[in-house]
C-alpha cells in the first residue's frame, strides 16, 4: 500500500493534525455503493429527438456489460437497476448467470406503467378499474422478476396526474392509488422493499398524484415498513431544499433511496453534481451525519439507504458520463465525510451562525482528489477512472462491435 502520492500525505496529516481517523474515512468511501440504471446505457433522447449514439447498448446484456465496466473502473458501482419492459427477458437465470459472470449484481427492479396506450389518463390511479388491474398485473410480475433476480427493492414511479382542474377527482385517484399500493405491498417477499418515488410535474401539467414527499410519505405510513420514499433529485421545484426533505425522511425512518441526477430549469437527467455540487454535497452531508448520529436515526435508516443513478444521456459519451457521475458521488460522500462534527457542533450551540456555516465549508472546499486516488489505489482501481476508461477505447470498441442502433432500439425512447 503505497503513499507515494505527495498530495495525499499533505491532506492526511492535515486530517490527522484535526483529529480525523483517516483509515475509518478511507473505509467508508471503499464500501460506498452506487446503482447505474440500465436506462443509461441505451439509446436516449429528448422530446425532439433521439439522437442515436454510436455503441449504444441495443440487448439487456450489453446493458449489463456496459454496467460492469463503469463498476471494473470505480470499484462502487456493483449493481444495476433494471426497468421492465425495456430490460425483459426470457430467461432470467441465464440474465442472472451472465450478470455474474461479468461481477455485476441486478438491483432494483423498475416497473413500467407509463408508455402504454390504456395508461393515456393514468394506471393505478386511472378511473376505469380495469386499466389499475392491468397495471397491477404488471408491477406483481416484476415482483415474480425481484424475487429470481434477488432484488431488494421495487423501484415505482406513476405518470399519473391530470392537466385540466375538473378532469377527476383528486381524492378519488389518491384512494385508487393507496388501495393498489397496498395490494402491492402484501405481495412483497420480506427484506424487500417498495420505494415510492415522487415528481411535481411532468407528464400531467395540472396535478400529479405522487407530487412530493408528503404524499409519498402518507402513502408509505398506510402500507407499512416495507414502504418508503424515494427522492429523486431532479423531480423538485427550483428552489426546493432537498437536503431538508432528506434530513426529515431520515429521521422519520422512511428515507428509502435516491435517483441521482441533476437538473438546471425542470428535470432532465444532467450528470449528478454538474449543475450544483454544494447541493449534492450538502445531501451527503445529512446522510452522513444520521449515519454517525448519537441520537437514535430510526430502524438504521441511514444504512440502508439505496443509492442509485437516474440519468439517460443524449449528447455525451454514455459510458464516461456514468463513470463520471459514480465520480461525482465519490466526492460528495468525501467531502461530507470531513466535516469536523465535534466542531461544527460546537458552533452550533454557541449560536455562531457564521462560524458554523464556516466549518460546513471547510469540508466542502477541501479538495478531495488525492485522497480519492490514494482510495482507488488501496482497491487495485485505477487512480483515474476517466483516463482508465480512455485508455482501454471501451467507448470505440462497443462503437464498432454495435454500431449505431435505430433511435428505438433498446433504451429511453425520451419524454
Ligand atoms: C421519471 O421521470 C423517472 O425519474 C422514473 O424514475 C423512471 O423510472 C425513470 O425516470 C426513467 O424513465
Ligand atoms: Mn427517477
Same mark, same amino acid.
Given at each position: 500500500?503505497?503513499?507515494?502520492?505527495?498530495?495525499?500525505?499533505?491532506? $492526511?496529516?492535515?486530517?490527522?493534525? #484535526?483529529?480525523?481517523?483517516? *483509515?475509518?474515512?478511507?473505509?467508508?468511501?471503499?464500501?460506498?455503493?452506487? *446503482? !447505474?440504471?440500465?436506462?443509461?446505457?441505451?439509446?436516449? #433522447?429528448?422530446?425532439?429527438?433521439?439522437?442515436?449514439?454510436?455503441?449504444? &447498448?441495443?440487448?439487456?446484456? *450489453?446493458?449489463?456489460?456496459? &454496467?460492469?465496466?463503469?463498476?471494473?473502473?470505480?470499484? /462502487?458501482?456493483?449493481?444495476?437497476?433494471?426497468?421492465?419492459?425495456?430490460? +425483459?427477458?426470457?430467461?432470467?437465470?441465464?440474465?442472472?448467470?451472465?450478470?455474474?459472470?461479468?461481477?455485476? +449484481? %441486478?438491483?432494483? %427492479?423498475?416497473?413500467?406503467?407509463?408508455?402504454?396506450?390504456?395508461?393515456?389518463?393514468?394506471?393505478?390511479?386511472?378511473?376505469?378499474?380495469?386499466?389499475?388491474?392491468?397495471?397491477?398485473?404488471?408491477?406483481?410480475?416484476?415482483?415474480?422478476?425481484?424475487?429470481? !433476480? #434477488?432484488?431488494?427493492?421495487?423501484?415505482?414511479?406513476? $405518470?399519473?396526474?391530470?392537466?385540466?382542474?375538473?378532469?377527476?377527482?383528486?381524492?378519488?385517484? +389518491? @384512494?385508487?392509488?393507496?388501495?393498489?399500493?397496498?395490494?402491492?405491498?402484501?405481495?412483497?417477499?420480506?427484506?424487500?422493499?417498495?420505494?415510492?418515488?415522487?415528481?411535481?410535474?411532468?407528464?400531467?401539467?395540472?396535478?400529479?398524484?405522487?407530487?412530493?414527499?408528503?404524499?409519498?410519505?402518507?402513502?408509505?405510513?398506510? =402500507?407499512?415498513?416495507?414502504?418508503?420514499?424515494?427522492?429523486?433529485?431532479? @423531480?423538485? $421545484?427550483?428552489?426546493?431544499?432537498?437536503? @431538508?426533505? /432528506?434530513? %426529515?425522511?431520515?429521521?422519520?425512518?422512511?428515507?428509502?433511496?435516491?435517483?441521482?441526477?441533476?437538473?438546471?430549469?425542470?428535470?432532465?437527467?444532467?450528470?449528478?453534481?454538474?449543475?450544483?455540487?454544494?447541493?449534492?454535497?450538502?445531501?451527503?452531508?445529512?446522510?452522513?451525519?444520521?449515519?454517525?448520529?448519537?441520537?437514535?436515526?430510526?430502524?438504521?435508516?441511514?444504512?440502508?439507504?439505496?443509492?442509485?443513478?437516474?440519468?439517460?444521456?443524449?449528447?455525451?459519451?454514455? %459510458? *464516461?458520463?456514468? /463513470?463520471?457521475?459514480?465520480?461525482?458521488?465519490?466526492?460528495?460522500?468525501?467531502?461530507?465525510?470531513? /466535516?469536523?462534527?465535534?466542531?461544527?457542533?460546537?458552533?452550533?450551540?454557541?449560536?455562531?451562525? =457564521?462560524?458554523?456555516?464556516?466549518?460546513?465549508?471547510?469540508?466542502?472546499?477541501?479538495?478531495?482528489?488525492?485522497? =480519492?486516488?490514494?482510495?482507488?489505489?488501496?482497491?487495485?482501481?485505477?487512480?483515474?477512472?476517466?483516463?482508465?476508461?480512455?485508455?482501454?477505447?471501451?467507448?470505440?470498441?462497443?462503437?464498432?462491435?454495435?454500431?449505431?442502433?435505430?433511435?428505438? #432500439?433498446?433504451?429511453?425512447?425520451?419524454?
Amino acid at each position: 500500500m503505497s503513499n507515494s502520492n505527495p498530495a495525499y500525505q499533505l491532506l $492526511a496529516s492535515q486530517l490527522q493534525d #484535526g483529529g480525523f481517523d483517516i *483509515e475509518n474515512i478511507k473505509t467508508k468511501l471503499k464500501q460506498q455503493h452506487i *446503482e !447505474t440504471p440500465s436506462w443509461g446505457y441505451g439509446n436516449s #433522447g429528448t422530446r425532439f429527438r433521439v439522437f442515436p449514439w454510436p455503441g449504444a &447498448a441495443r440487448t439487456t446484456k *450489453e446493458k449489463l456489460a456496459d &454496467a460492469a465496466m463503469v463498476h471494473q473502473l470505480t470499484g /462502487v458501482a456493483p449493481s444495476v437497476a433494471l426497468h421492465i419492459p425495456w430490460d +425483459k427477458v426470457e430467461d432470467w437465470d441465464d440474465l442472472k448467470k451472465y450478470a455474474a459472470a461479468i461481477g455485476i +449484481k %441486478i438491483g432494483a %427492479i423498475n416497473p413500467n406503467v407509463f408508455q402504454d396506450e390504456v395508461y393515456k389518463f393514468g394506471s393505478i390511479c386511472h378511473a376505469d378499474p380495469a386499466v389499475r388491474k392491468r397495471a397491477i398485473v404488471h408491477i406483481l410480475e416484476c415482483v415474480e422478476i425481484m424475487k429470481i !433476480t #434477488g432484488s431488494r427493492d421495487l423501484s415505482l414511479w406513476f $405518470a399519473d396526474g391530470t392537466n385540466y382542474a375538473g378532469q377527476d377527482s383528486i381524492r378519488g385517484r +389518491k @384512494h385508487r392509488m393507496q388501495e393498489a399500493l397496498a395490494e402491492i405491498y402484501h405481495a412483497l417477499p420480506p427484506n424487500t422493499r417498495m420505494l415510492i418515488e415522487y415528481k411535481f410535474f411532468e407528464p400531467a401539467f395540472y396535478h400529479t398524484d405522487l407530487a412530493d414527499w408528503g404524499i409519498a410519505y402518507a402513502a408509505a405510513l398506510k =402500507l407499512g415498513p416495507q414502504a418508503q420514499v424515494l427522492v429523486d433529485t431532479g @423531480h423538485h $421545484a427550483p428552489g426546493t431544499n432537498i437536503e @431538508h426533505i /432528506v434530513a %426529515i425522511l431520515l429521521d422519520e425512518g422512511r428515507l428509502g433511496g435516491f435517483h441521482f441526477n441533476n437538473r438546471k430549469y425542470a428535470d432532465d437527467d444532467l450528470i449528478v453534481g454538474s449543475v450544483n455540487p454544494y447541493e449534492l454535497f450538502l445531501i451527503f452531508n445529512e446522510l452522513v451525519a444520521a449515519a454517525v448520529s448519537k441520537e437514535k436515526v430510526p430502524s438504521n435508516c441511514a444504512k440502508n439507504v439505496a443509492y442509485m443513478i437516474d440519468q439517460s444521456h443524449n449528447i455525451e459519451p454514455k %459510458i *464516461e458520463a456514468m /463513470v463520471q457521475s459514480v465520480i461525482n458521488c465519490q466526492v460528495a460522500l468525501a467531502k461530507a465525510l470531513l /466535516v469536523n462534527r465535534a466542531k461544527l457542533a460546537e458552533r452550533q450551540a454557541a449560536g455562531d451562525v =457564521l462560524g458554523a456555516h464556516r466549518e460546513l465549508n471547510a469540508a466542502y472546499e477541501t479538495d478531495v482528489r488525492p485522497l =480519492l486516488a490514494q482510495v482507488r489505489e488501496e482497491m487495485g482501481l485505477p487512480s483515474d477512472p476517466i483516463a482508465a476508461l480512455q485508455a482501454r477505447r471501451y467507448e470505440e470498441k462497443i462503437a464498432q462491435e454495435r454500431g449505431s442502433a435505430s433511435a428505438e #432500439g433498446g433504451g429511453f425512447p425520451g419524454a
